[in-house]
């Protein structure tokens, strides 16, 4: 057989971990890599973190698994908890991002063709989104790259320029069932969009009965120092996916809506065979314990400012290689003046630290939310080593 085992869709690097401690990876040989990748903002709360390894003990020995068709102690406690905390009146819960993306969508769609305006199926999305990897979530984005080898794509998208409310105006139409934007986008360079912006696309949502979809996934559950970074804009989104950071490693994903976003979501719309299993649930929750409260939050907020102040000191030691530094929290982004992966790679391969590549020659800095001075600290001497060393010339 020439084909691996293992599907061959990632470029898989020779970083092989086996073992984590607090904020670092460990291989199989034993290198140590200290982790401000978090798993692309899985692992909020590192690697060994007590309450949420010692909560899915205790929920692994009791029951992992039973059918939605029976009632959830365990999935109604988080969704309450969720609810409480967000503009949320209530949820549903996946295994993914790209799952709860999925919900949103059919969500947004069944809000319109519940009452029968079957015209309005269309989501405007936005330029270097990235929402996933299902067919409708590729679908949902404009990156050429993932759409090859999948076409025909799914109707019902319309793609606009990010942070531009008048590009968003003038794909508005008939079909037109409301907006699906990343508030900060991940994969497209920790791009924040502006206040204007964010508002701007709240304001036509309410002006014309459209639902604002906000994919929360990556910059979502503490991240940015607020619970969710919808907070940052001071407005509220109808229907939003998180993942990624809410199960701390675990698998999980919800959908979130108000009760009026979710009219459509009635019974037999929308099903999930593994979706708010009571092991998941046992993860969100200690998650929830973690991070659901202001002093965690603000603790977040205080490190963000001091990593973030610290990066753009730093960058002024390599004109050649920074330009700016951006995001929220300790969702940063280290825009570079050449391309960023070759650099990422350097970092990972040479220097023992883990980051993200993404859009816009961006480095993604995601550390884990525990991470503090003795991290940023490591942190900034691999960086500096890393970029002292490297020959853009020659990556």
């Known amino acids: 057989m020439s084909i691996s085992p293992l599907m061959p869709v990632y470029p898989r690097c020779g970083v092989r971990p086996v073992e984590g401690d607090h904020c670092h ?19 909020l709360l590192g690697h ?27 999935g109604e406690a988080l969704a309450q908890r969720l609810v409480d905390k967000t503009f949320a009146d209530t949820v549903f819960f996946t295994n993914s991002g790209a799952e709860a993306v999925e919900c949103a969508i059919k969500t947004a769609r069944a809000y319109h063709q519940h009452v029968g305006n079957d015209d309005k199926f269309e989501l405007i999305t ?34 606009a320029e990010f942070d531009d409310l008048e590009s968003a105006k003038a794909l508005m139409g008939p079909n037109t069932a409301g907006f699906l934007v990343e508030p900060i986008q991940g994969e497209g360079g920790i791009r924040p969009g502006s206040e204007e912006f964010i508002r701007g696309l709240r304001q036509l949502a309410d002006e014309n009965d459209l639902m604002l979809v906000f994919d929360e996934v990556q910059c979502g559950v503490a991240r940015t120092g607020k619970f969710y970074a919808y907070e940052h804009y001071g407005i509220e989104p109808d229907i939003m996916a998180t993942a990624k950071g809410i199960g701390g490693g675990f698998p999980l994903g919800a959908c979130l ?22 092991l998941a649930m046992a993860a969100g929750m200690a998650v929830m314990d973690a991070v659901a409260n202001d002093e965690f939050l ?19 030691n390599y004109p050649e290689l920074f330009e ?6 300790l969702m940063l982004g280290l825009k570079m003046k050449v391309e960023s992966r070759p650099f990422y790679v350097h970092l990972r391969d040479n220097h023992q630290l883990l980051t993200v590549a993404a859009g816009d020659n961006t ?13 940023f600290d490591e942190f ?9 060393s490297f020959d853009p010339a020659t990556a």
């Open 298 to 316: 603000a603790e977040v907020t205080e490190k963000g400012e001091r990593l973030r102040s610290r990066l753009e000191q730093f960058i002024g």
């Open 257 to 278: 809506a108000t009760e009026k976003a979710a009219r459509g979501m009635g019974f037999g719309t929308h099903g999930s065979t593994y979706g708010g299993n009571p």
């Open 363 to 375: 480095l993604r800095i995601l550390p884990p939310l525990v991470a503090d001075d003795a991290e």
């Open 25 to 43: 990876l460990i291989d199989e040989d034993g290198t140590r890599y200290l982790d401000f990748a978090s798993g692309i903002a899985v692992n």
């Open 48 to 74: 060994s973190h007590a309450g949420l390894i010692g909560a899915i003990q205790q929920q692994a020995a009791k029951l992992m698994h039973v059918s939605n068709l029976y009632g959830s102690p365990q």
């Open 324 to 329: 700016l530094v951006r995001g929220k929290g």
């Open 126 to 159: 936005f330029t270097n989104a990235f929402h996933g990897r299902t067919m409708a979530t590729i679908s949902a984005s404009n990156q050429e790259k993932m759409h090859k080898g999948f076409m025909p794509l799914l109707a019902g998208f319309k793609y």
């Open 380 to 388: 900034f001497d691999k960086l500096s080593a890393g970029a002292a």
